[in-house]
């Protein structure tokens, strides 16, 4: 068996190379730019490695773990058109270095050389494998509407957040365990179980990617935290705030987000923490960490050999107990 | 058997009615909204004939047909984006009536959604089914690139304008031709013509089209002519007239191209009129008419079922002889 690191290393190896043919350059050329930024290609490993839970990595699951890989660049590259957004990894966005029409199309043609690569599978697991990405495709892009629909609503309750993080990112690495496992040969029970490891897993890494941007670290975090305070984002912190505050701390929340003062972030967090949110919040993750885990646990295969997708729990989130 | 004409009605009947879920309402009344343009649903209905071609009319036909009209209405969706159009069959575009980022993920949307269909075939058809599909997806955007690159630039080869179309519509055509037969346990070799048999006719009724654009008799044409030379668009009659007019003619179109006076159409007319541009037009077509018949005589069936194909031909393109 191979290590979550060992796996994220082969993977990178195999990935990047050219994915398209040559001509038409003006299509193409934007193609590879936006495959060769990198990223941790996180979602193909854990294909692999829910893969491996069953027995020894199979090509077929080689070829999955492409498509997603493809998949994810696809959103990326549309979602960067859509939020109009100049930089990712600190390079410039297809959009804004080729124009919005050839990124429209790079998406596109990215989107179905997902399919190329999914029809690479045996047969006897490409309906249900099909079956599958088609789902959490359609589902990844009823989270972006979703998405972007909150941002122009005033009030979004908590439970219409989760289900919108929920489609919008955690169902993608859901369905990459599912399709790996499915590949593997893993039962319908087992199938269901690891889908909802990664889900949950999923939702309690968005909680924790909110907590950070407001309560981080930064030196640890990796970037300046308050960004989304200081955009008035909607996050799991402001929206369970705006439910449980009082009606003088709501009015002070939303008098903050309607100005931009040099205080901003500091005055938020310091409503934020009157009402308990950091608190609430850990405990938010923890619950989703715990039944994630439980998903993982009643996987019917030895124990030894969920030591990967342990390992990559641990690199996901950090657990408080 | 069933005519050119019932098919297009049996299709319309069973095509026209919702296509995706409820909720989120945001992103799919928009989705609605835009298969209930309506449209002649032909790319379907050839998918229908070739099938009935070799057999009895298969269910399977059928799921292939939905993924191909699902298929046309996305690229109508995003190349409206591209080409910043507000009007489509009398009816405002979709990202003109719901936003641009709405259209986006309705294209992206039903892309997926195809593949819902083709995953409901057989699957001893399925891979060979996904690989024409796919392959068609990708030439469909390396054409629509072409087409914009080819806008931006000051010459353009009738060789290379006749690969553009040929990639941006000919092999929908085509494409849906040879899966209607794949499903009709058409051999290879008939495969290869019928698919030969709709590209050669896709490009004919291009070269008609252009040529209607400018020489059509508008009570016939269904809309006013001399638009594409008012737009100076790049057609097969222009890019021909460029490489076979003097340097007089030569200058002379460039002068009218340049501005946008009250006689250009008619001076540009009489430009193409003195290089024999419609004539050439007349024979560039009947060439692609004539190897697109012999490809569907060489299909070897009995005659009468090509009958409908005929039928086809004589909707789509006027025959000279």
Redesign the interface.
């Known amino acids: 068996m191979y290590s979550f690191h060992e796996l994220v290393k082969s993977f990178a190896d195999k990935f990047n190379q050219k994915h398209f043919p040559a001509?038409?350059k003006?299509?193409y050329e934007p193609g590879e730019y936006v495959l060769q930024m990198g990223g941790k290609r996180l979602r193909p490993v854990i294909c692999l490695m829910a893969n491996e839970l069953f027995g020894e990595l199979t090509p077929d699951a080689w070829h999955v773990a492409n498509a997603i890989e493809l998949f994810h660049n696809f959103t990326l590259v549309?979602d960067d058109?859509?939020d109009a957004a100049s930089l990712r990894r600190g390079m410039e966005t297809v959009h804004h270095k080729y124009g919005t029409?050839?990124a429209?199309?790079v998406?596109?043609?990215m989107?179905?050389?997902c399919?190329?690569h999914?029809?690479k599978i045996n047969?006897s697991y490409?309906?249900r494998t099909?079956?599958i990405?088609?789902t959490m495709?359609?589902q990844v892009?009823?989270g972006?509407?979703?998405d972007?629909?909150f941002e122009k609503q005033s009030a979004v309750s908590l439970n219409d957040y989760i289900h919108m993080i929920s489609l919008k990112t955690s169902v993608l690495i859901a369905a990459s365990l599912e399709m790996g496992a499915i590949i593997g040969g893993a039962s319908d029970g087992n199938c269901r179980h690891i889908y909802e490891f990664g889900r949950n897993l999923g939702i309690a890494f968005q909680v924790q990617d909110d907590y950070l941007d407001a309560f981080g670290d930064p030196d640890k975090f990796g970037k300046e935290t308050g960004g989304d305070i200081r955009q008035n984002k909607k996050t799991f912190l402001m929206l369970h705030a705006l439910e449980v505050a009082t009606a003088a701390q709501k009015a002070e929340l939303e008098l903050l987000q309607a100005g931009n003062t040099p205080d901003k972030v500091e005055k938020v967090l310091s409503v934020f923490k009157a009402c308990n949110v950091d608190e609430w919040a850990k405990k938010l993750k923890e619950k989703y960490i715990q039944t994630s885990l439980q998903h993982l646990e009643s996987i019917a295969v030895l124990s030894a050999r969920k030591k990967p997708l342990l390992e990559l729990t641990d690199y996901l989130v950090q657990r408080e107990n």
Chains 1, 2 share one sequence.
């Open positions: 001509e038409p003006t299509l549309h058109i859509m029409n050839t429209l199309l998406g596109d043609v989107a179905f050389r399919y190329d999914l029809n047969t490409l309906h099909l079956s990405f088609n495709a359609r892009c009823e972006q509407q979703l972007m629909d």
